[in-house]
Nanobody, 120 residues
Framework: QVRLVESGGGLVQAGGSLRLSCAASGSILSINTMGWYRQAPGEQRELVAG???????NYAASVKGRFTISRDNAKNTVYLQMNSLKPEDTAVYYCNAAIVRPFTHEYTYWGQGTQVTVSS
């Protein structure tokens, strides 16, 4: 079984920073793309940032220059450093990872979500 466990969410004032972490555990052969998504109330889930196994990254236009995604392959962990936070960044943040387990094809797993609230 594979689990993704997120941490680091919370309440912060506008202009502040938070760092989210997401650790994958279980029977894992390799992890390809990892990413962060968010979903605000009444909105669809949207991609925030993604990072390939080789380190190439992509960002939503709304967070480019403020957020930084990184990963530690030895720890099967992906991070999201969020700076200059705005009230519109308020959402539940989910991590996902494309994981290959023994004797299986790649499958995308999701974390349980962590709440980020930015007050004005």
């Amino acid at each position: 079984q594979v689990r993704l466990v997120e941490s680091g969410g919370g309440l912060v004032q506008a202009g502040g920073s938070l760092r989210l972490s997401c650790a994958a555990s279980g029977s894992i052969l390799s992890i390809n793309t990892m990413g962060w998504y968010r979903q605000a109330p009444g909105e669809q889930r949207e991609l925030v940032a993604g990072i390939a196994s080789g380190g190439s990254t992509n960002y939503a236009a709304s967070v480019k220059g403020r957020f930084t995604i990184s990963r530690d392959n030895a720890k099967n962990t992906v991070y999201l450093q969020m700076n200059s936070l705005k009230p519109e960044d308020t959402a539940v943040y989910y991590c996902n990872a494309a994981i290959v387990r023994p004797f299986t094809h790649e499958y995308t797993y999701w974390g349980q979500g962590t709440q980020v609230t930015v007050s004005s």
